[in-house]
């Protein structure tokens, strides 16, 4: 049983950034896929960001595309969401969540979820 942590979160202009962090506790990430959701007021979760357990390969959804980059460190247990040129419709709360199957794309088939960080961009 995996917990998950976000952090990193909060109020920023469009044009700014931010730095989520996704911190794991009892047990580890080292062998899990890892992804990043979000969802804003009135809408679905929807898919943001993912990487593989290797490190090997990402992947991100056309909006997050240039402008967001998803990393992880095993060691520190940690995967984080790099995110540049903010953008008001990327308010949404940011959901870090990991699985051992199914498909990146698919958030039915993730294991673990974090309870989510508040992103707020103002134009």
């Known amino acids: 049983q995996v917990q998950l942590v976000e952090s990193g979160g909060g109020l920023v202009q469009a044009g700014g950034s931010l730095r989520l962090s996704c911190a794991a506790s009892g047990g580890t990430i080292r062998n899990y896929h890892m992804g990043w959701f979000r969802q804003a007021p009135g809408k679905g979760r929807e898919f943001v960001a993912h990487i593989t357990w290797t490190a090997g390969s990402t992947s991100y959804a056309d909006s997050a595309k240039g402008r967001f980059t998803i990393s992880r460190d095993n060691a520190k247990n940690t995967v984080y969401l790099q995110m540049n040129s903010l953008k008001p419709e990327d308010t949404a709360v940011y959901y870090c969540?990991?699985?051992?199957?199914?498909?990146?794309?698919?958030?039915?088939?993730?294991?673990?979820w974090g309870q989510g960080t508040q992103v707020t961009v103002s134009s």
């Open positions: 969540a990991a699985r051992s199957g199914g498909t990146y794309r698919n958030l039915f088939d993730y294991n673990y």
